[in-house]
């Protein structure tokens, strides 16, 4: 598509969404295509990676229920380092419940996901009425959400015409829906002309980065950096392991790898709009 060629900051005017438009500016001023995942069960150490990956990242992704002493300070603390490094915090909690049920676990519960998260992620497969739930709560806030189009794992479900169903239902809702959660791009996938309507700058965030290792004993399978911007034309890298896996103590190695991907992203990335 044409966005493959735009600069981050050129494509913030192709958006509406707040949510949307906050990430690719940071993106731009920042220099960084790198979402970190932070799957860790302690606040302490949630903490620390942020902390030390922060400059580095354009967007923190969060699973705040593997949380094991969770309490609101914890995102007091998180919207402090969001302020302090400038990124935008990603809530990872793949809402797939009917539109009454979603619109209840994003603004309650324990976590109450819609006050703090700029953008949160369904899948698709209740149809467009989970949308509209997650819509009613998250649009006056100015959240932004994300479709579950394709899946990094071996034997994933989500492909062919459901991905292509998941494509037109956030072409439906383009005020709240700001992208994918894929692996290609829309045409990657086989979509081809009314189907790709050139207004339509989706977002494509794409998780199973890695760089020293293919996969593992879960069924993940990692690509690299250049495979995932340059050849796939995604626009977001989300890394976790292969950042704070080794050792999540040492914040000196989380700082270097953490820089190493965001070099590796951008590189791709300078050389897409180059070519
Ligand atoms: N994640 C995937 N693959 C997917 C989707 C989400 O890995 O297709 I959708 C999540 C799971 C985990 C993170 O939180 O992204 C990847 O972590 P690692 O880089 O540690 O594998």
């Known amino acids: 598509s044409s966005f493959l060629r735009q600069t981050y900051g050129q494509r913030v005017q192709n958006h509406s969404n707040p949510a949307a438009k906050q990430l ?3 993106m731009e001023k920042k220099k960084t295509n790198l979402a970190v995942s932070v799957d860790v069960t302690k606040s302490k150490e949630f903490l620390a990676i942020i902390d030390a990956v922060g400059p580095f990242v354009c967007l923190v992704k969060t699973h705040v229920d ?7 300070s914890l995102i007091q603390q998180l919207q402090d380092l969001s302020v302090k490094h400038d990124f935008a915090i990603f809530e990872d909690r793949k809402f797939a419940d009917i539109g009454n049920t979603v619109a209840l676990q994003y603004s ?3 976590h109450k996901i819609a006050s703090w ?3 949160t992620n369904a899948h698709p497969v209740p149809g467009p009425s989970i949308i509209s739930g997650l819509s009613s709560v ?3 806030l100015g959240r932004g959400l994300l479709l579950l189009s394709e899946m990094s794992t071996k034997g994933a479900l989500a492909v062919g015409s459901y991905t292509v169903e998941a494509v037109r239902m956030a072409r439906a809702h383009r005020d709240f829906v ?3 959660i894929a692996q290609r791009t829309m045409e990657g996938i086989g979509m081809q002309g009314d189907d790709v309507v050139d207004n339509d700058d989706f977002l494509i965030l794409t998780p199973g980065v890695g760089l020293d290792v293919k996969g ?3 069924g993940q399978q990692y690509r690299t950096p250049r495979e995932v911007i340059l050849e796939s034309g995604c626009d977001v890298i989300i890394v976790g392991r292969g950042i704070y896996g080794k050792d999540p103590g040492l914040v000196e190695q989380i700082r270097a790898q953490a820089k190493r991907y965001m070099d590796a992203g951008w590189e791709a990335y300078q050389e897409r ?3």
């Open 138 to 140: 998250g649009l006056p």
């Open 24 to 26: 690719l500016e940071i």
């Open 108 to 110: 309650s519960g324990v």
């Open 66 to 72: 593997i949380i094991e002493d969770f309490d609101h």
């Open 216 to 218: 593992d004993a879960m």
């Open 178 to 180: 700001i992208g994918f």
């Open 117 to 119: 998260s700029h953008i």
């Open 273 to 275: 709009i180059s070519s």
